[in-house]
């Protein structure tokens, strides 16, 4: 199970900035699941809220 939360949005995305991000975001959840791609760090391990700034997790794992 994933959650994102985006800091200063509604329930929705309202910037581009964080609609590109939930599209890559969503892109490599359907990647994964439906066609094997490998999953990036932030579905496996997650980002803490401590590093949201300092990382994006978008980078598959090996």
């Known amino acids: 199970?994933?959650?994102l939360n985006y800091n200063g949005q509604?329930?929705?995305v309202t910037t581009k900035a964080t609609q590109r991000d939930y599209a890559t975001?969503?892109?490599q959840f359907f990647d994964h699941y439906l066609k094997g791609e490998r999953a990036p760090r932030w579905m496996l391990e997650?980002?803490?809220a401590t590093r949201k700034a300092q990382t994006l997790g978008l980078v598959p794992v090996d």
Do not use: D
Request: net charge positive; glycine share 8%; no cysteine.
């Open 1 to 3: 199970m994933s959650m």
């Open 10 to 12: 509604p329930h929705w």
């Open 25 to 27: 975001r969503m892109q």
């Open 46 to 48: 997650g980002i803490p």
